[in-house]
Structures are given as C-alpha cells and as structure tokens.
C-alpha cells in the first residue's frame, strides 16, 4: 500500500489528479515486470488519527523487494510526490496489520490507515 498525507477529508484537485496518474503509472509497470497491480484506493480521515487525511492506493504485489523497488523508482522518474509517500505491506492471506516499508523521512516509523 502507498500513502500520501492530504490537506483535507477529499483532498484538492491536484490530490485527484495524483491519485489518477499514480494508479495508472503503477498498474501499467506492475503488470509489465509481472509483480502485481493496483487493487484501488480510498481517500479521506487517518483511522489513528482523525485529523489527519491520507490517500491510501492498494497494490496486491507478488515480490515484496522487487515490487517495492519499482514503485519508488515509477514515482520518482515520473516526478509523482515522490518525497511525500509511505509504503506498507501486509500478507495477502491472513493479514491483519501493515508493516512500513518505507517513509519519505528518516525517523518514521508509524503507519496507520
């Protein structure tokens, strides 16, 4: 799962167009390297914590590593907020909580829907 912190409860304009271009960027190299693809998304108030927004995108990824490594460099090089997102894995079967992956700054290490 990637995350972006938003501004507000439906985000602004250009928060709909990044959800756009993320998913369809992600859904077309994922399923190109064979890794995976964008399994949709939700967008509104943090469960931890209600004042707070986030847009969540959820990807079903078959390599952890790989898949991980793509979606990084997909949003780097097509200059999609890049510096702004986290990254959370959960297993597939019999997942209960995400893990963080990885943060836009040292020192995060929390994550929550």
């Not at 949709?40 to 590593?65: A, H, R, W």
């Amino acid at each position: 799962m990637l995350q972006y912190p938003l501004k507000s409860v439906k985000g602004n304009q250009r928060d709909e167009w990044l959800k756009n271009k993320v998913m369809e960027y992600l859904n077309i190299f994922l399923s190109d390297a064979e890794l995976g693809y964008v399994d949709g998304f939700d967008m509104g108030k943090c469960v931890s914590d209600p004042y707070k927004y986030v847009l969540n995108i959820f990807c079903v990824i078959t390599d952890e590593q790989r898949s991980i490594a793509l979606i990084k460099r997909v949003l780097r090089e097509h200059r999609l907020d890049y510096t702004r997102i986290k990254i959370a894995t959960m297993p597939f079967e019999d997942g209960e909580t995400y893990t963080l992956k990885y943060a836009y700054k040292k020192g995060v290490t929390d994550f929550s829907l």
